[in-house]
């Protein structure tokens, strides 16, 4: 059986992509004290407000920086989601979203150190 994401492809009369990445990064807000907390509680937004900036200021075109509502990571966040590769991310500070940007939107390549992973899982619901 294969997952029905994973079998989706590009066919040859869709359009071209308008972005080459889009960067979702999660800004949700839980009242304080919540049990399971808020990547914008965490400074997602002004994290995400960052990246906008470093992303012009590197010259980034072809991507898109998003702000997303709850991504369901919250536990690990501030959480960003980068697609179409699909790759999480925990950011806690400029320097991060500096790392992510270099490694993953520049080179091509992930800030491993700052990946969340199939292993970051919220706690069961209850």
């Given at each position: 059986?294969?997952?029905?994401?994973?079998?989706?492809?590009?066919?040859?009369?869709?359009?071209?992509?308008?972005?080459?990445?889009?960067?979702?990064?999660?800004?949700?807000?839980?009242?304080?004290?919540?049990?399971?907390?808020?990547?914008?509680?965490?400074?997602?937004?002004?994290?995400?407000?960052?990246?906008?900036?470093?992303?012009?200021?590197?010259?980034?075109?072809?991507?898109?920086?998003?702000?997303?509502?709850?991504?369901?990571?919250?536990?690990?966040?501030?959480?960003?989601?980068?697609?179409?590769?699909?790759?999480?991310?925990?950011?806690?500070?400029?320097?991060?979203?500096?790392?992510?940007?270099?490694?993953?939107?520049?080179?091509?390549?992930?800030?491993?150190?700052?990946?969340?992973?199939e292993h970051d899982v919220p706690p069961?619901?209850?």
């Amino acid at each position: 059986m294969t997952d029905a994401l994973t079998d989706l492809a590009v066919e040859p009369q869709d359009p071209p992509a308008y972005f080459r990445a889009h960067v979702f990064v999660c800004c949700n807000r839980r009242p304080d004290g919540h049990r399971r907390g808020s990547c914008a509680a965490r400074g997602s937004e002004a994290l995400r407000d960052y990246m906008k900036v470093r992303a012009k200021e590197l010259g980034l075109g072809g991507i898109r920086i998003n702000q997303a509502g709850c991504l369901d990571r919250c536990e690990f966040g501030p959480a960003l989601v980068i697609y179409p590769e699909g790759v999480w991310y925990s950011p806690q500070t400029r320097e991060d979203v500096d790392a992510i940007l270099q490694a993953h939107l520049v080179e091509g390549g992930r800030a491993r150190q700052l990946m969340l992973t199939e292993h970051d899982v919220p706690p069961p619901k209850g």
